[in-house]
């Protein structure tokens, strides 16, 4: 059973940076493509950002794409999500995700979730 732990969430201001972790357990990291996803107040989940298991260049979402960076480190069965230039707007808890095969932007393909972490980007 793969078990994820989300940290490194909190409080920053417009512009400033965070790098939410994710730690991955229960079965071998490098058979899983690693995705986060985010979900606002009042707003459905949302795909942010995934890498596949080979560390090779993630996939974003079109409004993070050139501020944030998806990493993966297979020493610490880790995937980071460095999040820069914050804005107000992405304010939400932050959900990583895997999959036991090719990395995707759809949840519906991830089989297994962590319990999230609370970013707040305060204007």
């Known amino acids: 059973q793969v078990q994820l732990v989300e940290s490194g969430g909190g409080l920053a201001q417009a512009g400033a940076s965070l790098r939410p972790a994710c730690a991955f357990s229960?079965?071998?990291?490098?058979?899983?493509?690693m995705g986060w996803f985010r979900q606002a107040p009042g707003k459905e989940r949302e795909f942010v950002a995934a890498v596949g298991w080979n560390s090779g260049s993630g996939i974003y979402a079109d409004n993070v794409k050139g501020r944030f960076t998806v990493s993966r480190d297979h020493a610490k069965n880790t995937v980071y999500l460095q999040m820069n230039s914050l804005q107000p707007g992405a304010t939400a808890v932050y959900y990583c995700?895997?999959?036991?095969?090719?990395?995707?932007?759809?949840?519906?393909?991830?089989?297994?979730w962590g319990q999230g972490t609370q970013v707040t980007v305060s204007s």
């Open positions: 995700a895997a999959r036991n095969g090719v990395v995707r932007q759809d949840q519906q393909a991830y089989e297994y």
């Open positions: 229960g079965r071998s990291f490098s058979s899983y493509a």
